[in-house]
């Protein structure tokens, strides 16, 4: 008996062959005369969270070993640090490639790349005909890596190179180092254009047997900023709070978003130390949720903004800029996000005064 | 991780003998190995430019004078590397894993290492005779690659060593930055500065590559990969391999490829980015770089460009260029340590906006 799959339609729905993405059509065509080679050098798959990295990757080594790839298994593994400190790391695996995300032990990062590499090169395939000649290794969040993990990550790549192949996958190329950049073949998937999305939600439905409105559709894209993972979520969303879709229904949108939006109304509305007291325990609630400094960052300087008229507007995005960077020196994120408040507090309160 | 490791197959042409096989295997690894591998010198006398350090070493193996302790920077893909490991397999030959002791950032590298692991190197004997009778150098070498990235402690540890051993070992510090590389040892080695390669240089040696490999190259193709590569010969090389590897072999490499391929941002985009800060409109300039940066380009690589263009710019005079390019460098820097790309980018254009 088939029993009904209970997954996520980002999941269910997520192209499983290069021939069915979506969109970058020419873009997999070169990816599958790479693989048609039999080879490829080392990859950095880089683009804006939400547009496809993975499901790429994914269908990139299905396209190389096969249906194996789906086969999947979890598995924690353990390393030691010089100092004896056991470190563990979960880590996805199938029979002919693995997905690690040394980022999860912090500063230990550069510990796992160098014991992971070396155990999954120096184990060489005994039949080049039967099989591929080397092993893939994936790495997410490459830009979160520490710069010491990836010095490790230079010779390493060169010296294994007849074993195993590296697949990295980053945000941003900002955060990588030239010299891994230079020995990497860069493969850039651009966010989905708002049209690509829509079109995208559309096709889901069809398939989910669902009747989506054109209007509705493009709403939805908008609002996702471009993240096709964020928009299918929306509309699944959308489908729970009311089904059939209308044009003029309300779209769902994720609520820390509107919490970042609130606590930026209430700087703009009183500045006084009371108020900071209270916008501090908002702040500490986002961060105790998981949400990222900088996106939270991002998100108050958007709605900040709002408000100011010119000068103040470049003066506001100056702060923000110099605050975030500072909170990368430091440890305590609450610390300097209400720094930055405050600031905006002190140049919002004299530009009221100007004005009167 | 286990299944990972141990997959291979036994060999189904098990029949076959051993050594043709082991032969075939070799020439089809070497055929599939990256270019940069296939291509790099195998002795000193192929290096490309550099000749103070060419001249040098060939002193060494062609007259037996004795080798300085050395220490080679420069920019990353000049051939610090290369050069050194032909050097040491001219001289030792067969006795090169007895001999030379190679470390680079991958390997552990603490004081501990230094201590133990460097110092019994180092104290080892070396005859100046080979087994067979032969002549052959008296002296051991110790690699230490990508020396920038060992810890202040560590290389402190090496000074007394390095004097002591004299006799029989020689240091070799390969290196991006000297001016990471401690004083007093600095003071212990002959410097080398590699220098980037000349275009023409570049030229030379692709366009043997391509011959090599039977690449047709387009119009104006290597000069895009020299541009976009910057005198980093492993980067073009890279490069050039992977345009050759995404299309057939029969069709020509473009210069669009190449472009694209090195992450470069298309001149068009910085051509409108300079188009919007000129309207002063915030909303506009917000709009855009979300934009730009969801069509996954680097922050950093738009403010390089960026930079070249202001340069270039008629209608600014001195000081807002001056103003402009500083800010650009404190935008660079607050990435290099990890800050949003989208702020940064938003705070120079802010910058720009009141400049312009």
Redesign the interface.
Known sequence: MRRPKMSLWVDKHCPKSLEKLDYHEEQALQLKGLVKQGDFPHLLVYGPSGAGKKTRVMCLLRELYGSGTERLRIEKLEFHTASKKRLDITTISSNYHIEVNPSDVGIYDRIVVQELIKNAAQAQQFDVNGQRSFKVIVITEVDNLSKSAQHALRRTMEKYVSTCRLILIANSTARVIPAIKSRCLGIRVAAPSIEMISITLQNICRKEGLNMPNELGMKISNASGRNLRRAILMTEACKVKQYPFTNNQEVVVPDWEIYIAKTATMAVQEQSPQCLQNIRERIYELLTHGIPAEIIFRGLLKNLVKNCDGQLKAQVTYYAADYEEQLHKGSKQIFHIEAFLAKFMALYKSFLQEMN | ?E???????????AGSSGKSRAKA?AD??RS???W??KYRPKTVEEVVAQPEVVSVLQQVLSKGADLPNLLLYGP??TGKTSTIMAAARQLFGDLYRERVLEL?????R?I?VIREKVKQFAQLAASSERPDGKKCPGFKIVIL??AD?MTKQAQSALRRTMERESKSTRFCLVC?YVSRIIEPITSRCAKFRFKPLSKEQLIGRLEMIANEEGVTVGDGAIEAVITT?GG?L??AI?CL??CS????KELPVEKEEVV????VVPGNWIHELLEVTAT?N?DKV?AFV?NI?????????IMLQLHDRILDKDDLNDESKAVVCEKIAI?MA???????????L??LM??M??VF
Do not use: H, W
């Open positions: 991780m299944g990972f490791l141990k997959t291979g197959k036994l060999g189904s042409n295997d089809e690894r599939k190995a990256p940069v591998e990353p893909g680079n950032a991958s390997d552990e603490g501990q690659d990508e990235s991006n590569s980093d492993r980067r890279t391999q992977s590897r995404l299309k057939n694209e391929l090195m992450g002063k915030y917000d979300n940066l969801l069509e996954a380009y680097s922050a950093s690589q935008c607050a990435l290099e340590r990890g800050a949003d790309e989208y702020l940064q938003m705070a802010c910058t906006m009141y």
